[in-house]
């Protein structure tokens, strides 16, 4: 009994009025009926437990979580009170109002030199080497004169996350009530100017002329002073521009000033001008519009609020600008050293220059010409279409005036002489290819200056072309299966061949120096065509002469060989050593 009583004895060191015993062994009725309330709490049919804080407890949290251990406090209701943050371990943060404090202890000034104060300036909140003051020739520990003030002994502040990261932290907001108390006084001093001016130009009679006839009739005189007042009050509003309203919203006619904005409501998109889908094109990347929307309604471009981005661009001083930069590009490259940016005055005065002499030069040019072969009539007669009132230009016209057909945009043509048909073809040189060849479509003819053959040329290039498809054909139907009796003649036709083959090695020999002569040849050929090729890379791309007469024939196999030599490659690591 008494080791029982000593095993089942409660662990020491609680408390004498609650009991610490074990709790009763549970009934298996009971067991199955708090097991039966779990599963309906689970089920939400059943209210959920609550705790000795009156907060509810999830069915789903564990037992051995929930429930406080019988050799703690085996009176104690389940609990979730040892789960959340215990307030004694919780860090206790400065407030967002605590701050350092700022300036001197005013109200206690010393009067003599204190025991462990600073040797310098004598404040008792710091030592010498921390003071910043300037060094005193005598400190105040001997003079004992002029002490200095005790700074405020600073607190020990923590603050959490937000604190630290707080800008407007340790900012007092009564400092900002000195500036606005600082404008308002600005701005009474200037209303009671302006009241006294007012009162001396009404003393002096200087308002008089606000009653002038010209200004009944809505004219203001420019250099009156109703407008000079005008311009001051603009200028003291500026500053509240801020508060007017957007424009065409509320509009006061005494308050010009404009705010601006991305775009006002009466505005219309570049786009919606013109719905028809062959009008301008409008870019909806770049926002641009560089045609005319308008252009084909007959409208005049200088009476529509919009004629296109190059209207805007090509008006004005834009074209002189240009025409002026372009004078001083081809200055310089001539030696003047003129710029447009640096000196332009300089540039505008040999402009001008430039064009006074030009236009002199050609009037002398072609008066000299006039005097010396005559034709002054020829230039004074008016031109051919008011001398005969028509022309051979066909233009269509719609009913609103537009052009319909007759005046296209002309076609960029070549320097080089364009459809120049010769020897009686119909189609140019190239408009016909077969077989890497160029020659005629009209006659099919390959040779570039031959004669036009027509449709005879046509049939007769076609009888060829199906006479060599039809060659192999006949002759693999003319072969015939051979007998084992041709088989083995043939096999005996070979073995006497190679032996003859045996004893002609002195005529293979002379074969083999001939294949030897034929590559050095081709070599040589490869070896021109390659500089030939080399040459005419370096010419211009507009001076090259035309490859059109070429002789198209299979290459020989000594020129095989001698390609392949002479091919450069550009992996072979001996590549750059070639040419050397």
Not at 21 to 41: A, G, I, V
Not at 58 to 75: A, L
Not at 92 to 103: C, E, F, P
Not at 338 to 363: G, I, M, N, R
Request: charged share 35%.
């Amino acid at each position: 009994m008494a080791s029982g009583t000593a095993v089942n004895a409660p662990p020491s060191g609680g408390s004498n009025d609650v009991s610490l015993e074990e709790p009763k062994k549970m009934t298996r009725e009971d067991w199955r009926k708090k097991k039966e309330l779990e599963e309906q709490r689970k089920l939400g049919n059943a209210p959920a437990e609550v705790d000795e804080e009156g907060k509810d407890i999830n069915p789903h949290i564990p037992q051995y979580i929930s429930s406080v251990p019988w050799y703690i406090d085996p009176s104690k209701r389940p609990t979730l009170k040892h789960q959340r943050p215990q307030p004694e371990k919780q860090k206790q943060y400065s407030s967002s109002a605590d701050w350092y404090k700022r300036g001197v202890q005013e109200h206690s000034i010393a009067t003599r030199y204190r025991k462990g104060a600073c040797e310098n300036c004598g404040a008792l909140t710091h030592k010498k080497k921390d003071c910043m003051e300037r060094p005193r020739k005598v400190g105040a520990k001997y003079t004992g004169m002029n002490i200095a003030p005790d700074e405020h002994v600073q607190p020990q502040l923590m603050f959490d996350y937000d604190g630290k990261r707080d800008r407007w932290n340790g900012y007092n907001p009564e400092e900002h009530m000195k500036i606005v108390e600082e404008y308002s006084k600005v701005d009474l001093a200037k209303r009671t100017l302006k009241a006294q001016k007012l009162q001396e130009e009404l003393a002096s009679g200087k308002l008089e002329q606000v009653n002038s006839p010209r200004h009944q009739w809505g004219e203001e005189e420019p250099n009156s002073q109703t407008e000079r007042d005008h311009n001051s009050e603009d200028e003291d509003e500026d500053k509240y521009a801020d508060d007017i309203d957007m424009p065409g919203q509320n509009f006061d006619s005494k308050r010009r000033i404009t705010v601006r904005n991305l775009r006002i409501r009466e505005d219309i998109a570049k786009y919606l001008r013109n719905l028809d889908p062959n009008s301008a094109y409008y870019d909806p990347k770049t926002r641009a519009m560089r045609e005319n929307p308008y252009a084909n309604t007959g409208k005049n471009p200088d009476e529509v609020g919009y004629a296109g981005d190059n209207f805007v661009r090509y008006t004005g001083d834009t074209i002189s600008m240009a025409q002026t930069q372009l004078f001083a590009w081809e200055a310089y490259d001539k030696g003047s050293e003129v710029h447009l940016q640096a000196d332009p005055t300089k540039l505008e005065l040999l402009y001008k220059s430039f064009k006074v002499k030009k236009e002199d030069f050609k009037a002398q040019q072609k008066e000299s010409i006039l005097e010396k072969y005559g034709g002054q009539e020829h230039l004074d007669a008016p031109p051919a279409e008011l001398l005969l009132a028509q022309t051979e230009d066909y233009v269509e016209y719609s009913r609103h005036g537009t052009v319909i057909k007759g005046q296209e945009k002309a076609i960029a043509c070549s320097k080089y002489e364009e459809d120049v048909k010769i020897n009686n073809h119909t189609c140019i040189w190239g408009s016909y290819w077969k077989e890497g060849k160029w020659g005629y479509k009209c006659c099919h003819s390959f040779v570039k200056y031959s004669y036009c053959t027509g449709e005879a040329g046509k049939e007769i290039a076609n009888t060829e072309a199906s006479l060599l498809e039809e060659q192999p054909r006949e002759e693999e139907h003319m072969t015939k299966p051979k007998t084992l009796m041709e088989i083995h003649q043939e096999k005996q036709k070979e073995k006497k061949k190679k032996k003859h083959k045996k004893s002609s090695n002195s005529d293979s020999e002379g074969e083999e120096k001939k294949k030897q002569e034929k590559l050095k040849k081709a070599l040589n050929a490869e070896e021109a065509r390659l500089l030939h090729v080399k040459e005419i890379m370096q010419l211009d791309e507009r001076k090259r002469p035309y490859n059109s007469q070429y002789e198209s024939r299979e290459p020989t196999e000594e020129e095989m060989e001698a390609y392949r030599m002479k091919r450069q490659r550009p992996d072979d690591p001996m590549a750059s050593f070639l040419g050397q």
